[in-house]
């Protein structure tokens, strides 16, 4: 049978997207060091910073989450993406604290929907049983980009300047906006290339256009039902944004080393990322296709994952050893990359009429760490002047992570959930989910 092509082009689109995003949201972190010192700042002044992208990447979470799900993620992605071009190449012509602080909170606002917007238009592309694989995909292709970018950063102070790395990716960024704009569609039946034959391996539509809905937002019991997802996203948002903000400076100024060899470091950390995410995409539907229980696809390969990245984390406070410690790193960062394909399904399993909504509650959890970890970080450094006391608050949160994970349950959905709690389960926690899959696989 020949592969679908239409819906592996729009994989590679949101594939790209995730990539841009990062290339941007790294973009700083990476160049921290040389900011830091041509803008005459300190480890505290950086940490604001990276925390100004968090204040309104949290509360654009939602707001971003409930456009798309009324408007499409088509309309809501190219403004998006047009914000945040503005925002990058503003980052590229700062000229201090408050112009570098004043481009991250517009980046954060251009950001914000960007995710929930994501996996609103992954819902309606991919029925239910690759929810776990485009989700982790997506998701490996920005930790390629978290790796790519010091390296680019390296190259580019070489042969210009850190400033030079943003105009560039605002370019970018514009090329990507162009593509999406022109071959995009929130439902993909109407998409000019779309074959009967690909067709049915389409999810079911819903409502008359398929992609967007109007009916009132359920938020008394979305939060409810949502919450414990969120908390379990807070305590891998605490320990991921560590690394995201902090790990290049990590390497640089903690461990001695000069750009190159922290840009090096940094970016076999993050290649560990990519190869996480995909896999516990794969590994969680996997285990749907083979179980039908989206417990165990989803929450258990997230207590498993969870697990691994505190075990691994724990030896970075003692060694001393630079190889020893990078392992160590990167096997953490394997293993919490490994939570995100499951993690960011559990709101299309749950509610995939309010899947943009549901998406923004979940990520603004990840967002709302943004906010304290980057500024607790430079506090404790600048204090202390230890560069690894502040991952002792990453083990307790990655622990707390695990209890919450327990309380997440994405085998009742939203519109099924009655007054017991309990409608819309089989037994065993098995999802009955089969609305959710292609008129092929509901039918196996």
């Given amino acids: 049978m020949q592969r679908p092509k239409v819906s592996r082009a729009v994989l590679a689109l949101m594939c790209a997207m ?16 040389l900011i830091r010192d041509d803008l005459h700042l300190s480890n505290t002044n950086i940490g604001l910073v990276f925390a100004a992208f968090a204040y309104t990447y949290t509360l654009c979470q939602v707001i971003g989450g409930w456009v798309s799900d009324r408007f499409g993620a088509k309309t809501t992605l190219v403004t998006c993406a047009s914000i945040w071009i503005v925002a990058t190449v503003a980052t590229g012509l700062a000229g201090g604290l408050v112009s570098l602080f004043g481009a991250r909170l517009l980046l954060g606002i251009g950001e914000g929907a960007a995710l929930p917007a994501q996996a609103r238009a992954l819902t309606n592309w991919f029925p239910a049983s690759r929810r776990g694989f485009v989700q982790g995909l997506t998701h490996s292709f920005s930790r390629l980009g978290n790796a790519v970018t010091p390296p680019l950063i390296a190259l580019l102070v070489a042969y210009s300047s850190w400033r030079a790395s943003f105009f560039a990716v605002g370019a970018l960024t514009f090329v990507w906006v162009v593509v999406y704009a022109w071959y995009f569609t929130d439902d993909p039946r109407k998409h000019r290339h779309m074959s009967e034959q690909e067709a049915a391996q389409l999810p079911p539509p819903r409502k008359a256009a398929g992609e967007t809905t109007r009916e009132p937002t359920p938020w008394r019991r979305l939060l409810k039902r949502i919450g414990p997802t969120m908390l379990v996203y807070f305590c891998y948002g605490w320990t991921g944004w560590l690394f995201f903000t902090w790990l290049p400076s990590f390497f640089m100024h903690g461990r001695g080393l000069d750009l190159k060899s922290s840009a090096m470091f940094s970016a076999g950390v993050f290649l560990s990322g990519v190869v996480g995410n995909t896999a516990g995409g794969v590994l969680s539907d996997r285990i749907l296709k083979r179980t039908r229980n989206v417990v165990a696809a989803r929450r258990n390969v997230i207590i498993g994952a969870f697990l691994g990245a505190l075990i691994f984390l724990a030896p970075v406070m003692i060694v001393k050893s630079l190889p020893v410690m990078a392992v160590c790193m990167s096997l953490s960062f394997f293993f919490l990359e490994m939570t995100i394909g ?10 995939p009429q309010h899947v943009g909504v549901a998406s923004g509650l979940v990520n603004a959890g990840s967002a709302i760490a943004g906010i304290f970890t980057p500024i607790v970080f430079g506090l404790v ?18 622990a707390l992570g695990i209890v919450a994970t327990f309380f997440m349950r994405p085998d009742i959905a939203l519109d099924a959930t009655n007054a017991s709690g309990d409608a819309g389960s089989g037994a065993n926690g098995e999802l009955r989910f089969a609305e959710s899959l292609s008129p092929r696989e509901s039918n196996r």
């Fill in 18 to 33: 995730s990539f841009i995003m990062y290339l941007d949201r790294v973009n700083l972190s990476a160049a921290a060091g």
């Fill in 342 to 351: 499951p993690i960011w399904a559990v709101p299309m399993d749950i509610t």
């Fill in 381 to 398: 450094v600048d204090r202390t002047g230890s560069w690894t006391l502040p991952f002792a608050g990453s083990l307790g949160l990655l």
